[in-house]
């Protein structure tokens, strides 16, 4: 004779109620699976579609943006814009990292994203100064200067390109700052994250032995 269990049963699945998760899907262990396993892609959530065409989107827009919208001949708007953008990703990247904590879907999109961006932003100043008298030597065009921001932040020179203006040396030093404070820490949330997604997907065999097709 079957023994009659006291524990309510959940009115949909028929499992007891108080019946604890499973640590890798979330889902009780008597739940139907729905077909299958009934786990999803490790890229299920994370909007690794969209990465691709945010990414291309952010570098087409860094080189059609028209040249003189900024410049020295409005430095106070050039600075204003540059600093409001600075502190906008600072903040949406915070944000992100805290989401990340929790695994929340999309953060790794917007991580990557953010992080593209600041280096489009420094890139994009580069340029800008590049117009004023005495502030590089070997900086003219776009990709020079998405090529000099890339070589700040990963702290390398070739020579080919100097900087020699106060302007642009003080960019370059919150360029550092901000690569060690912001950026640093977004790649080690980023990475955190893809971490914990890798060892919550089941192995393989385990799916195969749960799925009786």
């Known amino acids: 004779m079957a023994q009659r269990s006291d524990e309510p049963s959940d009115p949909v699945t028929g499992v007891p109620s108080g019946e604890p998760p499973d640590e890798a899907t979330g889902e009780r262990s008597g739940a139907p699976s729905g077909g299958g396993s009934g786990r999803r892609p490790l890229w299920s959530g994370h909007g690794w579609p969209l990465l691709g065409p945010v990414t291309a989107a952010l570098f087409v827009a860094y080189f059609l943006v028209p040249e003189h919208t900024l410049g020295p001949e409005r430095p106070v708007l050039s600075w204003t814009v540059f600093g409001i953008g600075l502190t906008a990703i600072a ?99 980023l990475t955190g994250k893809l971490r914990r997604s890798a060892a919550s997907r089941p192995p393989r065999g385990r799916d195969r032995k749960r799925d009786p097709d």
């Open 91 to 189: 903040v949406l990247l915070v944000k992100h990292m805290r989401d990340a904590l929790f695994d929340r879907p999309g953060t790794v999109v917007a991580l990557v994203s953010l992080m593209c961006l600041s280096v489009l932003l420094f890139s994009s100043a580069y340029f800008v100064m590049s117009h004023h008298p005495g502030e590089f030597t070997g900086l003219r065009t776009r990709l020079d200067a998405l090529y000099f921001a890339l070589l700040t932040l990963a702290t390398l020179s070739y020579g080919d390109i100097t900087p020699h203006g106060q302007s642009v040396r003080l960019v370059i030093l919150l360029q550092i700052v901000y690569t060690l404070v912001f950026l640093t820490a977004a790649a080690t949330s």
